[in-house]
């Protein structure tokens, strides 16, 4: 039998503080991505920033745009901003895209410091990882991984441009235009995008080759070089590889013969060449950002399509949103397993838990909530036709940077909505769930009863 000392009282956990450090992570994220925007507003600011002086409004907007690598603009980046401007962009999206927890963990490790309990917990739920022992060889990782791909890139689109642009104006734009591929930000420094660019192979599978590689995930790729083997992958990355690759050549397929014989798009350019167009923008819309066809001219099938991928969005631990690959995929196979009537969801002769089923469906009921809240809110500020205010408020959400036409007519409500819409789409929403509504834990457990559904 225990003997309590009278003195001596029993150690219980709060539930306040519980809740605390439940609510923590997403706090930290959510200010550290929150100072960045203020920082990067302040300096975009500047009168060196712009050329024409630009609103706190426009500011906040672009850094918000470039910090969650979203891309949708209301100041031209290549006309309206200086070269100390736009090199502040790049550098928000560089570390909005690769995150700010990772710079943190390798710049505390470079000068030596220990990453405590509370630094371990932010950095797994930005790192979306539940191993906390692999946190700085993960961050380490993902930086000589970026650097590496963002190096090629650069030096593949500088050798492409410097007889069109110069030498020095080509090394520029290239790293330009690798740091926001790469980060699946979409920011440009023309007006048009990449359109003048829809025949040129060398441009279109260096792009879309970096957010394609930036948007997978850095975990498949880490992966991918240590184990070496389809085999020995594990069912996560063997997912998110096959389900890439279905929905990149179903979208190809279909955003092809929807657009075909489309006068404002594909029918002018020659079967090769549409191939190629039809390709861009069949990946792009998976939170990238550029386009090579005005999206404006695009049918009205291919732009169902478009608003699908954006809702897919690209991989855990990667530069991309929108509610991921895999959880689309998880939820597909849970609606299989149910039609079946199996008691099991089970995909590459494994198990998937439920607890990860139930994460997915909070996750995409969240997503399609704020979705309908934005869309709802755009709507009553914005006087624009339905499909440019859904296709808007999806791309914001899903931090993609397409658009219609409809951002730079916003109004200064609707400016703010998209703002938000970006913010939550970076942080992601299940991670603002987790925020908003920390867990309790039930004392009580009711009797379960029958519902009638559907």
Do not use: C
């Amino acid at each position: 039998m225990v003997q309590w000392h009278p003195s001596v009282r029993r150690i219980e956990r709060s539930p306040k503080a519980a809740k605390k450090i439940q609510a923590a992570p997403p706090l930290v994220l959510s200010m550290g991505f929150l100072l960045l925007i203020v920082v990067g507003m302040l300096l975009l600011k500047l009168p060196i920033s712009t050329h024409m002086p630009l609103s706190w409004l426009d500011s906040f907007f672009t850094a918000t745009s470039a910090v969650t690598v979203t891309g949708l603009v209301v100041a031209d980046t290549g006309t309206e901003f200086t070269f100390f401007g736009q090199f502040v962009i790049m550098l928000l999206i560089q570390f909005g895209g690769l995150g700010l927890m990772t710079f943190a963990v390798v710049t505390l490790m470079a000068l030596g410091g220990k990453i405590g309990f509370f630094q371990q917990t932010v950095a797994k739920e930005a790192f979306n990882q539940t191993d906390t022992s692999t946190l700085v060889s993960t961050a380490k990782s993902v930086i000589l991984f970026a650097l590496m791909v963002e190096s090629i890139g650069v030096l593949i689109l500088t050798l492409r441009w410097a007889s069109e642009l110069g030498w020095a104006t080509s090394l520029w734009h290239a790293v330009f235009y690798t740091v926001s591929a790469f980060n699946n930000a979409g920011f440009a420094l023309s007006s048009d995008s990449l359109v003048p660019y829809v025949s040129d192979p060398t441009v279109n599978i260096a792009i879309t080759a970096l957010f394609i590689t930036g948007g997978l995930g850095f975990s498949v790729w880490l992966e991918m070089w240590q184990k070496r083997q389809w085999k020995t992958l594990s069912p996560y990355s063997r997912l998110m590889l096959t389900g890439t690759v279905i929905i990149n050549v179903v979208a190809l397929l279909l955003v092809y013969l929807i657009e075909f014989d489309n006068p404002n798009t594909l029918a002018p350019l020659s079967t090769a060449d549409k191939w190629l167009a039809a390709w861009f923008q069949a990946v792009t819309p998976r939170t990238a950002g550029f386009n090579t066809l005005d999206i404006a001219s695009l049918e009205e099938g291919t732009t169902a399509v478009m608003l699908l991928l954006m809702f897919i969005g690209g991989g855990s631990l990667s530069t991309a949103s929108g509610v991921k690959v895999v959880t689309f995929f998880v939820l597909l196979f849970a609606t299989y397993s149910f039609l079946r009537r199996d008691s099991n969801v089970e995909t590459f002769g494994r198990t998937i838990p439920t607890e990860t089923v139930r994460k997915a469906l909070a996750l995409t009921i969240i997503y399609i909530g704020v979705t309908w809240i934005g869309i709802f809110l755009l709507l009553l500020s914005e006087d624009s036709a339905f499909i440019d205010v859904v296709f808007e408020t999806v791309s914001a959400l899903g931090t993609v940077g397409l658009s219609r036409g409809l951002t730079g007519e916003l109004s200064g409500i609707g400016k703010g909505i998209i703002i938000v819409l970006m913010f939550i789409g970076r942080l992601g929403p299940l991670t603002l769930a987790y925020f908003l509504a920390s867990p309790r834990v039930k004392v009580t457990r009711y009797p379960s009863s029958r519902f009638a559904i559907g």
